[in-house]
């Protein structure tokens, strides 16, 4: 058979020449290890690896063209060989080996994770095929290499997976004769003609980004949105990651995925917007830009399936493992789902189904299942690196999961974490499309007679490279001869494997560094003061929408997935958000009042509350408490009175108690803010009421020093009369006397004439004077005839923007 294989010129391919040899490598093995006490097979393979010298030079592959040859194609392979030693390498030659086709995902998994050179492992170099001859490659120098060979070269015998590997071989001066000093090893994915069941493979296209907006937003009535920075401009702009996910996505067979904070915070941009800077909120300069991106993702959606995840993206492990014993942590979770379907909608203008619960990682454990599942979701995407099935192939994602009431849509683990590194160096985003591609069609042909449903779920936030790369691997599967694009939810929808695992992971196998990086449960204690506070604020508003909204979206956002890994900002963000509100709530306050002096055996406490708010504030309710109930008492009560109050954005209102006093002495009272359910309002404030009495005789006294006035005034009087007289008598002598008396008039004028261009009769009033001598201070002039009696619990006037500075010292009290 070999002699007329030789006689026809065709020959055993590489794949059989190398079978041959490893037969007997195989064959031996078995006895080899029976003799010797061999060490493991990872520290023989290391150890023969650094022998041969194999990572002397480094070989990194730039590109590989097309990525899924067919027959009649020219596979080119380009990239860079540079030496890493410190000696030159001379007679270097680069070629390509083509390995044997393999029968395993695993073997797959394993190959990738190869580095150096094995003999007993990897292939000869083509046979006439291309090369690269490299005459003296100097310490620390590189060249580039470019190889072309035809697919009917490469000797591939049946569809499948194969390595393809670039190896250079050479001398270095301590070794003068050849042997592989480097080797890189990719896959080439073979399958000319199409199968005949297609896999039907969905990928999910993520929309998230972390959390920007504020809790805070401008006075103005359409509440423009004040965002903490205005970093989120750098990813919606031409070559930025958002953009370039949207610019990717719309040519790709994809489900988007889509955290509805991230469209209502590029919404709220694109309508207008601040950004703090240092104690300013200045105007935001990238509304143009905001504008484009949401126009050009509302025309990249249509006639794909769009998921909404809860709004902020959840970190459902975190409220899972520290926020479910914090009281009303679920509830976050429960307005966060409700308003995930009503933004992607309003903002889009397309249906999102919001059915999916999406954990960090796809990790899942009883916990976390029971949380994803208590806000509506019936469906979670898992990961197969926690959901495993232990079977020989790849079983359809779908499946029931606990109870049967939830479906667990298990992406696959290899599939889902292939881009996650480094894909800026051109080497690795080419290794990556290609294991990819390769570990796709391994899972059609583990089973070709059977048709699957796998689901690829990413990382969450894709850099730029990332998604570049994510976007040629689904490029390389556009002629669709093995793989079938799906969607989400027909995938939620397929059938399930019977052998597939149904059983939810215990506690103990969720992934430790995972758990490291959850929010903390002193994250969630802080949401419930930030919630009970803002509950307690928003009964006393006139609007409360214009809180309730900005704060609720901000409470979710400190519960975002976005925040794993950085703590420090994540507790800052939430120090923020309850510090604004507590500036708001106290807004709202009682402004600070002297000691008072209560003079007699009743009189009115004035109280003055203060609104710094813009909107009214109604529903609370002033109390005033005295001490000693002995000494005052309040509206009649034992020593308690409540009012009511209502006051105007901007206004203050002064609240009057009637007081009744029976003993003199010092009473301390304190006044105190209440919501209409008996809850505290704001800090109480105290102050003194001074009683003192005044007699019968004091009170005679004071009348009979009047009276001894009056009788003064009239005596002055009746003798400024009898001088006037006396002067017009003189007057008729003649008219010396007349001008006499002229001159002594203008000399001296008389007292309580008007001043001049003064109406007659009307005397200057001197508006700071004080009372006439002998007046007591404490008393309050009688209400004029026909005036309204006061009542004490009658509001005040409304006094305007009141100074809120308290009131002087010595302060009376109207009686």
Same mark, same amino acid.
């Given at each position: ?56 030079? &480094? ?6 063209? %097309? ?67 490299? %005459? ?51 896959? $080439? ?42 970093? /989120? ?14 610019? /990717? ?45 949401? &126009? ?28 479910? &014993? ?97 894909? $800026? ?50 490029? #390389? ?103 604004? /509100? ?15 002096? /209560? ?44 009012? +009511?109050?209502?006051?105007?954005? #901007? ?104 001043? %001049? ?5 009307? +005397?200057?009033? &001197? ?13 309050? %002039? ?26 002087? +010292? ?6």
């Amino acid at each position: 058979m070999a002699e007329a294989a030789d006689i026809q010129g065709t020959g055993p391919s590489p794949a059989r020449r190398w079978l041959r040899r490893t037969l007997t490598v195989a064959v031996g093995a078995p006895l080899l290890a029976g003799l010797l006490q061999m060490p493991t097979l990872t520290t023989t393979a290391s150890a023969a690896e650094n022998a041969s010298g194999s990572k002397t030079v &480094d070989v990194s592959l730039a590109t590989l063209s %097309p990525t899924a040859p067919v027959d009649g194609d020219t596979v080119t392979v380009t990239g860079t060989v540079t030496n890493r030693s410190k000696q030159p390498v001379t007679d270097a030659t680069v070629d390509l080996r083509v390995g044997p086709r393999m029968t395993s995902r695993s073997e797959i998994d394993q190959v990738a994770q190869r580095t150096g050179y094995r003999d007993d492992s990897d292939p000869a170099p083509l046979e006439d095929g291309p090369t690269l001859k490299i %005459p003296r490659l100097g310490a620390g120098l590189s060249t580039d290499f470019s190889l072309s060979v035809p697919v009917s070269e490469l000797g591939l015998d049946d569809p499948g997976v194969y390595q393809l590997g670039v190896s250079l071989t050479g001398r270095t001066p301590d070794r003068r004769y050849d042997r592989v000093l480097g080797i890189e090893r990719t896959f $080439l994915p073979y399958q000319p003609d199409p199968t005949e069941k297609k896999t039907q493979l969905t990928y999910l296209w993520p929309l998230i980004s972390s959390a920007h907006v504020s809790a805070e937003t401008a006075t103005d009535d359409q509440q423009t949105p004040v965002f903490e920075d205005d970093a /989120l401009a750098a990813e919606l702009k031409p070559g930025g990651r958002l953009d370039e996910l949207v610019t /990717l996505g719309k040519d790709l067979p994809v489900t988007w995925v889509i955290d509805p904070d991230l469209l209502a915070s590029v919404d709220a941009m694109a309508n207008g917007y601040r950004v703090k800077e240092g104690s300013l909120h200045v105007p935001g300069k990238n509304q143009a830009l905001a504008e484009r991106w949401l &126009d050009a993702l509302e025309k990249a959606v249509q006639g794909h399936k769009v998921v909404a995840l809860p709004f902020a993206d959840p970190d459902l492990a975190s409220l899972a493992h520290r926020g479910k &014993d914090v009281p009303g942590s679920l509830e976050h979770l429960q307005s966060a789902t409700a308003l995930a379907e009503m933004t992607v909608e309003t903002v889009l203008h397309t249906q999102a189904s919001a059915d999916f619960a999406w954990p960090a990682d796809g990790a899942v454990d009883p916990s976390i299942l029971s949380v994803a599942t208590s806000a509506g979701a019936d469906k979670v995407i898992a990961r197969s690196d926690s959901v495993r099935d232990d079977l020989s192939y790849t079983p359809t994602a779908a499946r029931p999961f606990g109870d049967g009431s939830t479906t667990a849509v298990v992406s696959d683990a290899l599939l889902s974490t292939a881009f996650e590194g480094d894909m $800026l160096r051109a080497e690795n985003s080419t290794l990556a499309v290609q294991e990819f591609l390769a570990q796709s069609l391994a899972i059609t042909l583990e089973q070709p007679e059977d048709q699957r449903s796998i689901v690829v779920a990413p990382q969450r936030v894709p850099s730029v490279s990332q998604a570049r790369t994510m976007a040629t691997a689904l490029k #390389g599967l556009s002629a669709r001869r093995w793989i079938q694009p799906s969607d989400l939810l027909a995938a939620a929808a397929a059938k399930p494997d019977p052998d597939a695992s149904t059983k939810v992971p215990g506690g103990s196998r969720y992934p430790k560094k995972l758990r490291d990086r959850e929010l903390p449960v002193q994250a969630f204690r802080d949401m419930k003061t930030t919630r009970d506070e803002l509950d307690d604020f928003k009964v006393v508003l006139t609007q409360p929408d214009r809180v309730v909204t900005p704060f609720s979206n901000a409470i979710n956002r400190e519960m975002s997935t976005s925040w794993r890994g950085q703590a420090r900002a994540a507790a800052l963000y939430r120090i923020n958000v309850l510090e604004y /509100l507590q500036t708001l709530t106290e807004g709202v306050e009682l402004v600070d009042k002297s000691d008072l002096t /209560l003079s007699g055996r009743s009189a009115t406490i004035p109280v003055t509350v203060q609104n710094k708010l813009l909107q009214g504030v109604d529903g609370l309710v002033l109390r005033l408490t005295s001490s000693n109930k002995s000494r005052i008492k309040l509206n009649g009560d034992e020593g308690v009175a409540e009012l +009511p109050v209502k006051v105007n954005g #901007g206004h203050s209102q002064s609240v009057k108690f009637t007081a009744t006093a029976s003993v003199n002495g010092q009473v301390p009272m304190t006044a105190q803010l209440y919501t209409e359910d008996g809850t505290p309002y704001g800090q109480p404030m105290t102050f003194i009421v001074k009683v003192s009495e005044i007699t019968a005789t004091v009170m005679l006294v004071i009348a009979g020093g009047v009276l001894l006035l009056v009788l003064a005034g009239v005596r002055m009087y009746t003798q400024r009369k009898r001088v006037a007289a006396r002067k017009a008598e003189a007057g008729t002598d003649g008219p010396e006397s007349g001008a006499g008396a002229a001159d002594a008039g203008a000399a001296e004028p008389e007292a309580g004439s008007t001043e %001049p261009g003064a109406d007659a009769g009307s +005397p200057v009033p &001197d508006e700071g004077a004080d009372p006439v001598p002998g007046t007591p201070a404490e008393t309050v %002039p009688e209400q004029a005839a026909g005036d309204e009696p006061e009542q004490p619990s009658d509001p005040g006037p409304d006094t305007g923007s009141e100074s809120g500075d308290p009131s002087g +010292p010595g302060e009376k009290v109207d009686r």
